[in-house]
């Protein structure tokens, strides 16, 4: 399966700067691209852009799913393109063990586990560009993948070689007790009833029948035993445990329209723990794996995220219109050239879906749920997409 040769002057992996826990696989280029400097290969990238041509497509993210489920061995090679039609090779690195120094000197030791998808917008290719170049390689060697592989990199002990565990869970009766708390603030909120009052108002001729929501956080998950940062994993527990009150709400309203037996809810985050799947299962969510809320949202779903470490707007704009939406509120915050680009940006194509929609604001605490309103599509029947994968 492809040349496993072409690896022989690949770039290395790096680790994935959204999450530490992650290495990103190396990939290759099955032959180098014309231009030869960083200038040529960014201009590349905006060209790929502003034609239009869909970064995503649920075919390419099947596609290269279909392959990782395969089990691929360590050493071969998964195959798919960049944005400009390059072949592209990312080798696979299973049960490869590296290490990692802390900034005291001390050594971290890490063995990569399974495969996962990354995905990553236009802002964040031309500064993972300028990264590659700055660390001393050819800007023609750059492969510009939306989507590309990832290894789940788990900690070492050094001395047993065993995997050090992170902290447990929060037992099932803490987090149930916890959740329910926070429902019932988020119902009693105006906010709830505000949001409620939109979709009975604006939504009531939309066709749905499912839930999609990404980026939820985990309301169980502890995180370090560092005391330092108790209070910030609180923090994020209760966000998360907020965030999933008004998911319910979600799944209450649309359960409320019609056939409820066929209204699905689905909530897409690697932190979800089995503590968290046995709950919200119970409440009528099926937690789901990268990438099938990717190749489940569509235009008969509501789509509900906050503040994801993912492109969700740029993956959600090139492959579907969704009858209603709750994210942040899209501005025009692009991240391109500032250094530090933002995970999830208002980019162009963004601003042109939003057009399509109309925007409500409903008011829930900026500290628990960020900048989100709600955006219901503006025509009841959903834009179709062209042979080209673009819409119009």
């Known amino acids: 399966m492809g040349d496993l040769s072409i690896f022989q002057a690949t770039v290395p992996a790096r680790w994935s700067r959204q999450n530490p826990n992650y290495r990103e696989a190396p990939r290759a280029l099955f032959h180098l691209r014309d231009t030869a400097t960083l200038q040529e290969v960014e201009t590349s990238i905006d060209r790929a852009y502003t034609s239009g041509v869909p970064f995503f497509t649920k075919r390419a993210i099947q596609h290269v799913w279909d392959q990782i489920k395969r089990n691929p061995a360590p050493g071969s090679p998964i195959l798919f393109k960049d944005i400009t039609g390059t072949p592209v090779a990312c080798k696979v690195q299973t049960g490869h063990v590296e290490f990692w120094r802390r900034p ?162 689905y909530t897409q985050d690697p932190l979800y723990t089995e503590v968290d799947k046995q709950i919200l299962g119970e409440s009528g969510i099926e937690v789901i794996g990268d990438p099938r809320g990717w190749l489940e949202a569509d235009e008969r779903s509501v789509l509900f995220t906050v503040a994801p470490t993912v492109p969700v707007k740029e993956i959600i704009a090139d492959i579907t219109r969704p009858a209603v939406i709750i994210w942040d509120r899209v501005g025009f915050n692009d991240s391109l050239g500032n250094g530090n680009p933002n995970p999830d940006p208002d980019s162009p194509r963004v601003r042109q879906m939003m057009e399509g929609y109309e925007c409500y604001e409903f008011g829930p605490h900026p500290k628990l749920f960020c900048n989100i309103v709600v955006y219901v599509r503006k025509s009841v029947a959903a834009p179709v997409p062209g042979e080209d994968g673009r819409f119009t």
């Open 104 to 265: 005291d000197g001390s050594k971290l030791q890490y063995v990569y586990k399974e495969i996962i998808l990354g995905y990553d917008c236009r802002a964040s290719l031309r500064d993972h560009l300028a990264n590659h170049v700055a660390s001393g390689f050819r800007p023609q060697t750059y492969a510009p993948c939306p989507i590309y592989l990832q290894h789940v990199a788990s900690e070492l002990d050094i001395e047993t070689k065993q995997i050090t565990r992170g902290p447990a869970p929060l037992n099932r009766e803490v987090t149930e007790r916890s959740m329910e708390d926070k429902t019932q603030r988020w119902i009693k909120s105006p906010a709830c009833d505000k949001l409620k009052a939109i979709l009975s108002s604006s939504v009531k001729d939309h066709e749905i029948n499912k839930i999609v929501a990404f980026s939820l956080g985990s309301p169980s998950k502890q995180w370090a035993n560092d005391r330092g940062l108790e209070v910030f994993v609180q923090i994020i527990r209760v966000r998360s445990e907020f965030q999933h009150g008004l998911l319910k709400t979600l799944l209450e309203w649309l359960q409320g329209r019609g056939d409820k037996d066929q209204v699905r809810c």
